[in-house]
């Protein structure tokens, strides 16, 4: 099975508090990039307000689209958002991965079939831990994906 999709959530999956891309972040954007894999990203921001942020971390360029709630009409952590990106991406769900941080973005990724990447970011302990029993596969940085496979 090969990955042609991922799907991010908006916030602490990709970014630090100060707004910059998280560390190991952009390698592995441009490795999936160089692999052929299409990005989508999934957010509750204005279109706007999430251009500027990823263009702010510089990773604007890896991602096709930005999903969000007022055009999706339903919330950026629910399985509808996931699969509406997923056909945006003109996959399947065996070929999509969903990563995020936000633990209730993980569960419903899961509960619609996705496979999930857990990112951990502003999460309490007890929540990370949840995601981790949850997801396919959970990251404390980016750059652990480059020595593993999803």
């Not at 990039?33 to 510089?58: C, F, I, N, P, R």
């Not at 993980?106 to 857990?118: E, L, M």
């Not at 999460?123 to 831990?129: K, L, M, P, R």
């Not at 404390?140 to 020595?147: D, F, I, T, V």
Request: hydrophobic residues 45%; charged residues 20%; negative net charge.
């Amino acid at each position: 099975m090969r990955l042609q999709s991922a799907i991010f959530t908006l916030g602490d999956t990709l970014f630090t508090p100060d707004g910059a891309a998280r560390e190991g972040l952009d390698k592995t954007l441009s490795l999936f990039k160089m692999e052929g894999v299409w990005l989508g990203a999934v957010t509750a921001l204005s279109a706007e307000d999430a251009q500027k942020a990823l263009e702010k971390a510089g990773l604007h360029s890896y991602f096709r689209f930005v999903l969000t709630e007022s055009v999706a009409l339903c919330k950026a952590d629910s399985g509808t958002m996931f699969e509406r990106a997923m056909k945006r991406l003109h996959s399947q769900k065996d070929d999509t991965i969903v990563f995020s941080g936000s633990l209730s973005a993980i569960q419903n990724a899961k509960d619609a079939g996705f496979r999930t990447v857990a990112v951990q970011g502003s999460a309490g302990a007890a929540d990370w831990s949840t995601m981790q029993q949850l997801a396919t596969q959970s990251l404390a940085q980016y750059s652990e994906l480059l020595s593993d496979s999803v």
